[in-house]
């Protein structure tokens, strides 16, 4: 793929027919914890004003929390998973209704979908949650997405939204993806630390990746910082899409590709979001360690792995978990979806597939990691 220029990428966010917009927590709410109208009523003008010119916007809005833990009387964000879903509850419900009101000011509706991590892997839900985005695009409604926060498990949420802004992105096949947060640019490092200098273009985002120096959140309502929106930058970059990162404010000039923040080219064509999941934002919960043979061939690509060439299974793990796969000198090769619970692999151990057949019956006759839920690291 010929690498676009800043000019171009640009050219391509103005041109987007479908763009996924993320909006961080700083951006919506006050510290203290309540929903900011005017800030969110300002965003809605300039995703309105696209919409209107017949752009069709999916909306990821963080901010239940941080709008959340005010009216329960907390003074600031909590750090305990329970309290942080009881607020989550109470403010997702705020955030739409404002939303609704905001949005009904040029007519446009919006549409509500809590997604967890598990729907962006499982291929029903998957599938489920394309077919609704599509459906509310399709009507002009403007669909707002966060993290079913309130119940998502803890060991597999992603916490931060920009990643599942990313896979958002992926889902509806989107043209374009705009991270907005509280910081106008990518910076070559933090913005608070003496000569740090503003990035406006990324050709090369795993090259940026080694580059710059990022950092978490210090808003004190934010998560995941820096990090996690190069991290969705990377991703919509290997599945073809163009990014720009600004702050709020920015929104309406980047959405018409004038060159405000920091635009990221696409450095691949479109891929699936199941293995840029896998790749990721999964949290593998074992090991499958693997002989010369099957490390070959998984690192050559489009093969499945297969009980014979597997030597040892660590960790407690369910069929459809993430688990690394590791050669023998302990080096990752690939991620992957196990096929199997931990317990039933022991004994699938180094048989071929028509033995797994004959002594186990025919639903053990399937790859440990099938090569579609596999992707090499
Ligand atoms: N290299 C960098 N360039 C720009 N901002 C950075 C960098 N490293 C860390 N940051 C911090 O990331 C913050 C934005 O992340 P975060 O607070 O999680 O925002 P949001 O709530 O919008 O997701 C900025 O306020 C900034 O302090
Ligand atoms: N889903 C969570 C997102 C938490 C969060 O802080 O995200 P972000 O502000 O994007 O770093 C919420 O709505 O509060």
Redesign the pocket.
């Known amino acids: 793929m010929v690498q676009p220029t800043h000019e171009r990428v640009r050219r391509s966010i103005a041109q987007a027919q479908t763009i996924v917009v993320?909006?961080?927590?700083?951006s919506l709410t006050m510290p203290s914890g309540h929903l900011d109208p005017t800030k969110l009523d300002a965003l809605v003008a300039a995703l309105a004003c696209a919409r209107l010119q017949g752009a069709r916007i999916v909306l990821v809005?963080?901010?239940?929390?941080?709008?959340?833990f005010g009216p329960l009387g907390f003074e600031r964000r909590p750090a305990d998973i329970a309290t942080?879903q009881a607020?989550?509850s109470v403010?997702?419900g705020l955030?739409m209704a404002r939303y609704e009101v905001s949005f009904g000011r040029f007519g446009i509706r919006v549409g509500q979908i809590l997604i967890t991590a598990e729907d962006t892997i499982r291929a029903t839900q998957y599938h489920n949650a394309q077919r609704t985005l599509d459906r509310l695009l399709d009507l002009g409604v403007v669909p707002v997405v966060?993290?079913n926060?309130a119940l998502a498990n803890n060991e597999i949420r992603?916490?931060?939204?920009?990643r599942l802004s990313a896979l958002v992105a992926n889902i509806v096949r989107a043209d374009a993806l705009v991270l907005l947060?509280d910081v106008d640019a990518l910076y070559t490092a933090p913005p608070s630390q003496p000569g740090s200098k503003k990035i406006d273009f990324v050709p090369d985002v795993e090259r940026a990746l080694d580059e710059v120096k990022v950092a978490g959140?210090s808003?004190g309502?934010?998560?995941?910082?820096m990090v996690?929106k190069l991290e969705a930058a990377h991703m919509a970059a290997v599945s073809g899409i163009p990014a720009v990162l600004t702050c709020a404010a920015n929104a309406g000039p980047a959405l018409m590709g004038d060159p405000v923040g920091t635009a990221f080219a696409p450095i691949k064509r479109r891929g699936s979001s199941r293995r840029l999941w896998i790749k990721f934002a999964s949290h593998p919960r074992g090991v499958l360690v693997v002989d010369t043979g099957a490390a070959q061939a998984v690192r050559a690509g489009r093969a499945s792995l297969l009980s014979a060439g597997v030597l040892e299974v660590r960790g407690d793990f369910s069929a459809g978990d993430p688990i690394w796969i590791d050669d023998e000198s302990g080096h990752h090769i690939a991620k992957g979806l196990s096929g199997y619970d931990s317990e039933e692999i022991p004994r699938m151990l180094g048989r071929n597939t028509a033995q797994l057949r004959r002594f186990f019956g025919d639903e053990y006759a399937h790859p440990l990691v099938h090569r579609d839920n596999l992707v090499l690291v």
Do not use: M, R, W
């Open positions: 993320k909006v961080g927590s700083s809005s963080s901010g239940a929390i941080a709008a959340g942080q607020c989550a403010g997702q955030l966060n993290e926060d992603f916490g931060d939204n920009d947060t959140s808003s309502v934010g998560t995941g910082g996690t």
